[in-house]
């Protein structure tokens, strides 16, 4: 009896072994077998009309939009330096105190060279009295033919001398009083005083250093103080796109430092002169205002701080109900891969090797229409001609797209598919290609 099951049973695995193999000798088997039955599963959306706003990106630096260098206008020692580093002052404060002991002595010798400029004028106008009295005299005597011509001449003679005399003691009045304003102003200068309201986000030097006056040589910065309530981003603008950019146009400023956050700001200066980066790309700086208007835009205590990066989207143009689809759907295609229907499509440059395209999902098959498009945003494109709205067209994977033939046979993802991991995958595609 186990004889007969045992051979019943080797016939039937040499019977589904053979049927196996024949399958898999057969061309429906090896497209099986090979995958070649699978349907590309593409994503697939319809073109509708809503709002595009044209945005210009640019990279650059938060920095204050009023900033001062603190800096020495006499030579001195730094005797007191009562702020520190992140500190907030009013305009007025002292920031700075300098060694005044040599200036104070200055000061005294020039009071001390006027009071004695003063006495000597004294002294010559006394001189010219006597010397206007004698010349009186010797002109009535000469009138009278009792003095010669030589004594009016002398008496003449020192008169003028000593006329000359009180004019050069003025002159030298003048002189001292200037010298004596000036070493004031040297006193005055060992103290320095804020310029500004703000904050001091640099300090260089410290107490008992030596410092270097700006009257003659390039002086030292004791330390930098900004006004941190307002604040800009300095924007490096490549100059291909500087043209639409205008003082006025609102932006949005992505900082660094807050990754989750988006800062509101308005353009305020546009440069007039091109710029070169270190790498030689040309650019026109552009100074955007940082607008932190609500408490809720910083976490609690914080302030935007000098230095931080960050790049701005700055709206150059409003486009309303327009005809735009994600950009990653307008492909290039070779004319010679496309259907010969579509040579004289007034979309098709037939000098030109490539056509923009987009393709439209009709009856599981991927369809190219030849399109011609405008301008973009950061995931969206305008279509001007070639789609009229309401067409299915196929919109991602992105991988898919840059291989996608025409007629090639397509399914559509499901419904549960597009809203797992290929729809998280197709929104990182469209910010990419549109960035």
Known sequence: MWKWILATFLVLVLLCGGGGFLFARSEAGKKLLSGKNRQTEVRV????????????SAPGTVEPLKKVQISAQVSARIIALPFR??????KGDVLVRLDSDDYIASLESAQAALKGEEARLKGLKAALIEATSERNRVRGLFETKDVAQSELDSAEASYLRALAAVEAGEHSIDIARANIARAQKNLDLCTIVSPIDGTIV?????????????FNNAGSVIMELADLSVMVLRAKVDEANIAPVKRGQPAIIRIN???????????????????TDRDGTGYFQCEILVKVDKPED??????????????ADIKVQTFANVLK?????????????LPKELANNPNVDKNKT?????FRYEDGKAKPIPVSIGSSDVTHTIIVSGLDGGERIITGPFKV??????????????AAKKDGPAQAKGAGGNGTRGG
Do not use: C, H, W
């Open 298 to 311: 910083l976490p609690r205590g914080d302030r935007l701080r000098s230095g931080y990066a960050a790049n």
């Open 354 to 358: 490539f056509a923009r395209v987009v």
């Open 401 to 414: 797209l840059t291989t996608l033939k025409a007629d090639q046979t397509v399914m559509e993802e499901s």
């Open 325 to 337: 689809i994600p950009s990653q759907a307008v492909v290039d295609r070779r004319l010679d891969e």
């Open 85 to 90: 580093e992140g500190d907030d002052v009013k």
């Open 45 to 56: 959306d319809t073109v509708a009309r809503g709002d595009l706003i044209r945005v210009v």
């Open 257 to 275: 430092a807050y990754p989750d956050r988006e800062f509101a700001g308005e353009v305020d200066l546009v440069g007039l002169k091109k710029l």
């Open 202 to 214: 640099q300090r260089n030097s410290e107490v008992g250093e030596q410092v270097l006056g700006t």
